[in-house]
């Protein structure tokens, strides 16, 4: 079974813990793993800059994936936040499980 899993880096832990609660609370993924802190070294207008970062990784379907990466673009406070997307092969029951978990409520 296919799932997507989206990838960003946030400054600090705050950012991380609020970006990625808030994803969870709109169901717009399952599950969402704090990589923990990592040194990013990148272009950056003009120059080579260096931080220490945050890395997430979240776990959502096919159906939600679009929507995810539209909500960091639009809450993440970096101006060109790193956006990486791909397709992944889950075991059935997890894979069942996430798409079970990015339903949206019905409302009636």
């Known amino acids: 079974m296919n799932v ?7 400054p600090d832990a705050a950012v991380a813990q609020k970006l990625a609660g808030d994803a969870l609370v709109a169901r717009l993924c399952a599950c969402v793993t704090q990589l923990g802190s990592v040194q990013s070294s990148y272009h950056w207008q003009g120059t ?4 220490q970062e945050f890395q997430l990784r979240f776990k959502t379907s096919a ?8 909500y960091i673009q639009a809450h993440h406070p970096y101006d060109t936040p ?7 092969t889950a075991s059935a029951a997890y894979g069942q499980w996430i798409t079970a978990e990015t339903q949206r409520p019905l409302h009636v």
């Open 4 to 10: 997507t899993l989206v990838l960003t880096t946030v």
């Open 48 to 51: 080579i800059e260096s931080a």
């Open 63 to 70: 159906a939600r994936a679009l929507e995810l990466e539209q």
């Open 82 to 88: 790193e956006i990486l997307s791909w397709q992944a």
